[in-house]
């Protein structure tokens, strides 16, 4: 994987140096930037000696995304200073409570509507977005993705995708065709790896519901007779810049609820390798359809926390929708 990233980050340290050696005659410190220097030619030497990327203690390959972020670190996580780490986990926290300050309110109050979500990454950060918007024309908007990756740099791509709907969503354009810019957007800012899997929805004032499903497991729309699945319309964003999105439409009655949800339910193991999979999750569903958004989530989490192995190896989000009048 290093290898792979190489030649980019060889570019940067080469551009890197030559901002660093114009500097050295217009700034105060020059010591400071003969340091930064020499630390810039060690690593381009450790790329010509073919052991960049490589732990300095351990010998094994350091995280990727954090060479992306810093193309000079020398040692792997696990293999920090305890100063380096602890500075590194107050840039953690920091991040999280920057990611927590994003999400939706947990009381949003919709009328007509009842609706809860559950945000639990996996780390101290989510690569998983979760949001409700309202719109102009008293709808309200939501939408639940996944983003490629896991960690910091899945966390800073669901803040781009926040920033991004939350913006877009003021040009008031058809559904498809918001996703489908916003999947442009995604495709020119991402690296070529990163995308999205996401359903968002947008709700009318009779119950009916228009939902764009990109890539993403299907949510499932729980009724007093069957319990379905909205499967998906297109692609993830970001894959290609010029995708275009169908959108599905579902009407909606008193009492019936959309289910969302990430692959950490889905896809969550028991330890043995059996899936937790959707299956289970729509008899779940279909047997406590009566339940509120916010009891259906309790229930669905203890059913999961009773059946996948201890600790979460992945990102869960959970957000049901239920309409009320
Ligand atoms: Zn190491």
């Keep these: 994987m290093v290898t792979a990233i190489e030649p980019l980050l060889r570019e940067q340290l080469v551009e890197r140096r030559q901002r660093l050696e114009a500097a050295i005659d217009i700034l105060p410190d020059p010591p400071e930037i003969i340091r930064l220097l020499g630390e810039v030619d060690a690593a381009l030497q450790r790329m010509d000696k073919g052991v960049y ?13 954090r060479l992306l972020a810093d193309p000079l670190i020398r040692f792997c996580l696990g293999d920090l200073t305890p100063t380096e780490q602890r500075a590194l986990e107050e840039d953690l926290q920091l991040a999280a409570q920057i990611q927590t300050g994003l999400l939706p309110q947990h009381d949003k109050k919709v009328p007509g509507w009842d609706v809860a979500y559950y945000y639990q990454p996996a780390g ?15 709808s309200l908007h939501f939408v639940l993705g996944d983003v490629s990756g896991k960690g910091i740099a899945a966390s800073m791509l669901m803040a781009h995708l926040h920033a991004m709907f939350r913006t877009l969503i003021s040009i008031n354009l058809p559904l498809g065709e918001m996703i489908g810019r916003a999947s442009r957007v995604f495709c020119e800012s991402t690296l070529p790896t990163q995308y999205a899997t996401l359903v968002y929805g947008r709700t009318g004032s ?6 764009c499903n990109a890539g993403h497991p299907p949510p499932l729309l729980i009724q007093a007779d069957k319990v379905s699945r909205i499967e998906a319309n297109g692609l993830p964003v970001g894959v ?3 995708e275009s999105f169908s959108v599905s439409k579902v009407q909606m009655q008193k009492g019936d609820t959309l289910f969302l949800y990430t692959d950490g339910l889905s896809e969550s193991s028991d330890g043995t390798g059996d899936e937790y999979g959707m299956d289970r999750l729509s008899r779940l569903l279909d047997e406590n359809k009566s339940l509120s958004p916010n009891s259906l989530i309790k229930l669905c989490r203890e059913e999961l926390n009773s059946f996948a192995e201890k600790s979460a190896t992945d990102d869960l989000t959970l957000m049901a929708i239920r309409r009320t009048d």
């Design 206 to 211: 009779e119950g009916n519901v228009e939902i």
């Design 53 to 65: 990327g490589l732990c300095e203690v351990c010998h094994e390959p350091v995280e990727t995304e």
């Design 124 to 138: 101290l950060v989510s690569g998983d977005y979760c949001d409700f918007i309202d719109g102009d024309d008293h």
């Design 240 to 242: 290609f810049c010029s």
